[in-house]
């Protein structure tokens, strides 16, 4: 497998005329919806084996051609299929799987009655549909492949969709981050420690959009732009899959670490949700009410709608600040109202977070072969959290307007809207799916309670600081089926094209937010310009920009023997702005025994710079720790887009994509119906990777004071491809289960996941900057990529049932992680080590639908460890602001009520 890239001057290709012939291609395809074609029937109930109960939502699929039937209340389901020779997989969550084969002839009936049995380990028995574009469970895959269903998200006890899969997925982090401007509000999520970036999110097996936000304050994830997960409810997901694999070569763009797909509902029925609670310092309320009802739409369509509210409240752990606040009197003395002073003058914590989403999940039935499916939503999310708080006699203060000082404030909406639409057909038993999908997100920022000191007392408390926006629309076309050329089975061929057209913006703020009015600071000095805690974007950053991309892909699977699985993939990608990308992959199954099957698979991958990394650009005020005085300072710093005059003075050259070489190995083993045990090790090797440069100062050397002269600029930093990386690590996961009596059930699952990622080698500087290695990507950014994410992350999970009492009691041990202050001072680095977190989730399942439980998050309320006095800004911050996997806010608890009918 080999990659190669091919550089083209930007807008070589004509995309415009690409995108109009594939909508067109698209229109024709949904019109040509066959009239008329001989069918026969497969009919037939779903029944519980042990008990002879109908069950209802079983999914019987046709694999072959992938046609799926629902089973309703009374198990009952009905399939019309061409005549043929098929065979049948049958699934249902905690239910082993069934696989029937079956003859159909023309206008004839054949009855398949399925009798189904619990799965006391539940690993494997899904049905999945990433990792493989053939029908198969997630024991079946020759890559591994994670679920999580709603039961499982739902036992938690979390709200968020993000903090659910931290807690079940050991590969997957959700690290906290407080006073960071936006990330506060939407944090970074990863996948087997590296970047947000290079994970490929879909939804309904649909490319999902990233957020507008790029993170570029100090948190994990610097310089990346990521899927905001939370912004899907989690009451409207039915399933979690995670592919823990490469898959470039599948799915394009991002997948360097893996997938996360997001599969909607599409029950019928209508449920409610309730969940109400906080933390045990009685802060950080929640309450979260959903909404779900589906409709069935002939014998196999659906539509399915959810509404959800969250209200989170802020959470604050600071210190109390011990600085003096007020000038000293004329006589050197204090000012008296330093005795009065309320201390407490800092958040914290997690911000203040409103959000409101709705869902649509639809499939309409089009004759016996034909469906338009539907899906998307939209959410709103209002958010508010603070920044450093400005002491009265502070140089960013107006006494007279603040004449104590005054904590500013970030307000921020994001609104994220997506809808997908397609049309799926057989044409002479191969599947065809039209489909387009468009997305955007936006991020607004009105900063309160703050002042620009430049416009002293004539400046305004608040401020519209401007907002970022991305929007992306995909266009694909997929055509799959299966070839008899006379191996042990079926060859199963993928073929597909696929557009895409992505949109960046920034829109500058008003005018007071950004403008630098002259008035000197209360100290006859220049005064910083814009709105204190987040100066507003500038017509000058204003950016508009596209991009397009054409994309093939092909992919072969078949099993070679009965034993042997293999699995070809490739893909060639052509980008507007960068160029063209191929990337390849080869992945193999091969059983052993009955239960005991090995796994193997190589692959190349890549990901686009991001618009986010070409074009954001801004002035910031950014903290910097100070060696001399003990305390962070502000320093206002530039970030510049790619193109931008400073970024060349630099010498930095243009962006590239990441590219990357993936290899695991693994097996999966079930000895018995009630174990199950999956491990799996990897290595992943990025060239390339995009980064934030460090601050090039210009007090730090002569040459960049000579290089930010021209500009009237202080301090500068820009996104460049900066280093290679080399990933290592390993997944283990072991599920039992067991009756015990007559009604009563105990499950245990361990899982773990351990990585570790090491700078491998630096990329050559340009000659500009020779002997500032350092500076271009310095010891902090270094330990942010390598140590600030947990290097193991293990999970134990006991489930027990008993009629209907249930109690899940669950324990996540997160590794150590560490902390680098002063590039220049190793003295003052810090380890965070490694903590065991318990939840407990109890409760009792009515028999007329109705389930309550009752429980609490970090049962014995557990802290990072606090922040050495050095670094912990006067005793200010106790905990690590934006290192601790799990938080800082302790314990909590909570009750839930759910009701389904």
Excluded at 327 to 338: F, H, K, Q, T
Excluded at 448 to 456: E, F, P, T
Aim: hydrophobic share 35%.
């Amino acid at each position: 497998m080999e990659q190669q890239r091919d550089i083209q001057p930007n807008g070589a290709q004509p995309f415009g005329q690409v995108a109009r012939r594939m909508l067109g291609l698209l229109f024709l395809i949904f019109c040509a919806v066959p009239a008329f074609a001989q069918t026969g029937l497969i009919v037939g109930t779903v029944t519980d084996g042990a008990s002879s109960q109908p069950l209802a939502g079983a999914t019987i699929l046709v694999v072959e051609i992938q046609k799926v039937a629902v089973s309703d209340e009374q198990g009952k389901y009905s399939l019309r299929v061409r005549p043929g020779n098929y065979k049948l997989l049958v699934t249902f969550p905690e239910y082993e799987s069934v696989y029937q084969a079956v003859t159909v002839e023309a206008d004839g009936e054949d009855t398949q009655d399925f009798e189904m049995y619990e799965a006391l380990a539940q690993f494997g028995e899904e049905l999945v549909v990433i990792g493989s574009r053939a029908a198969r469970t997630a024991i079946e895959t020759p890559v591994p492949v994670d679920v999580m269903h709603t039961d499982e998200l739902k036992s938690t006890g979390m709200t968020e969709t993000s903090k659910m899969l931290q807690f079940l997925a050991p590969s997957f982090n959700f690290s906290t981050s407080t006073i960071s401007d936006g990330t506060d509000i939407v944090r970074p999520s990863t996948l087997r420690g590296l970047g947000p970036d290079q994970t490929l999110v879909l939804v309904n097996g649909k490319r999902r959009h990233t957020s507008a936000l790029v993170h570029v304050n100090g948190s994990v994830g610097r310089g990346t732009a990521g899927v905001d997960m939370n912004a899907i409810p989690a009451s409207a997901i039915e399933r979690i899959e995670i592919l823990r694999d490469g898959a470039s070569a599948q799915y394009g763009s991002d997948a360097i670490a893996g997938v996360i797909n997001l599969v909607l509902k599409d029950d019928v029925g209508t449920s409610f949700d309730v969940n109400s609670g906080q933390t045990y310092d009685e802060d950080g309320e929640v309450v979260m009410g959903s909404i779900n009802h589906g409709w069935r739409i002939g014998d196999t369509g659906y539509l399915n709608l959810t509404a959800e509210f969250r209200d989170r409240g802020a959470t604050n752990r600071a210190g109390l600040d011990p600085r003096q606040q007020y000038p000293s009197l004329a006589d050197g003395s204090p000012d008296p109202r330093e005795t009065s002073f309320d201390r407490l003058n800092h958040r914290y914590g997690d911000a203040d977070s409103e959000n409101l989403g709705f869902f649509l999940n639809g499939s309409f039935p089009l004759g016996d072969d034909s469906e338009i499916y539907v899906f998307g939503g939209y959410t709103d999310r209002e958010g508010e959290s603070g920044g450093f708080y400005r002491r009265s006699l502070d140089a960013r203060n107006v006494p007279e307007v603040y004449p104590d000082g005054f904590l500013p404030l970030i307000n921020t909406t994001v609104e994220d809207s997506s809808l997908s639409v397609g049309f799926k057909t057989l044409i002479a038993n191969w599947v065809l799916d039209a489909n387009v999908t468009t997305g955007g997100n936006s991020f607004e920022f009105d900063i309160s309670n703050s002042v620009n000191v430049s416009l002293g007392t004539a400046s305004p408390t608040e401020a519209n600081a401007g907002t970022l926006e991305f929007n992306q629309t995909t266009a694909g076309l997929d055509l799959f089926g299966t070839v008899d050329w006379g191996l042990s089975s079926p060859v199963n061929l993928a073929f597909g094209v696929e557009w895409r057209q992505d949109n960046y913006q920034i829109e500058a703020g008003e005018t007071a937010s950004w403008v630098d009015g002259g008035v000197p600071n209360q100290f006859g000095e220049r005064a910083a310009p814009g709105i204190q805690v987040f100066p507003g974007f500038r017509p000058a950053n204003e950016v508009d920009e596209d991009r397009d991309n054409l994309a093939l892909y092909a992919e072969m699977e078949s099993n070679l023997s009965e034993q042997f699985l293999l699995s070809l993939a490739g893909r060639f990608e052509d980008y507007s702005d960068f160029g063209n990308n191929f990337s390849g992959k080869l992945a193999m199954r091969y059983t052993i025994s009955e239960g005991l099957a090995l796994r193997l698979s190589g692959s190349t991958g890549f990901r686009a710079p991001s618009l986010h990394q070409s074009f954001f650009n801004n002035t910031s005020t950014q903290f910097v720790f100070d060696e001399a005085s003990g305390e962070l300072v502000p320093f206002e710093v530039g970030t510049f887009r790619n193109n931008d005059e400073v970024t060349q003075a630099f010498g930095i050259p243009e962006l590239k994509e990441e590219t990357s070489v993936n290899a695991s190995a693994g097996f999966t083993w079930k000895p018995m119906k009630s174990l199950s045990i999956t491990a799996d090790i990897y290595r992943i090797d990025i060239d390339d990777r995009v980064v934030v440069s460090g601050q090039f100062q210009d007090s730090a050397d002569p040459r960049i004071e000579a290089i930010l002269a021209p500009f009237n600029v202080r301090a500068a930093q820009f996104f460049t491809n900066a280093i290679d990386t080399e990933t290592e690590g390993g997944d283990l996961v072991i599920s039992w289960a067991s009756k015990i009596g007559a009604s009563s059930t105990l499950k245990i699952t361990a899982a773990g996941n351990w990585n570790d990622t090491e700078v491998a080698d630096e990329v050559a500087i340009p000659a500009q900057l020779e002997g500032l290695q350092d500076t271009l990507f310095n010891r902090i950014e270094r330990e942010r990529v390598q140590t600030s994410q947990p290097r193991s992350h293990l999970n134990l999970g006991l489930g027990y049932s008993n009629g209907g009492f249930f109690s899940n009691v669950r324990l996540n041990r997160f590794g150590s992680v560490k902390t680098v202050e002063v590039a220049s001072n190793p003295d003052l680095d810090q380890v965070f080590g490694a903590k065991v977190l318990t939840d407990l989730d109890l409760g009792w399942n009515f028999n007329n639908g109705l389930r309550w439980s009752l429980g609490a998050n970090n049962l014995f309320d557990v802290y990072p460890d606090e922040n050495r006095t050095e670094i912990s800004f006067n005793g200010i911050f106790v905990y690590p602001r934006r290192t601790a996997p799990f938080g800082f806010n302790g314990g909590s608890y909570y009750t839930r009520i759910s009701y389904a009918f």
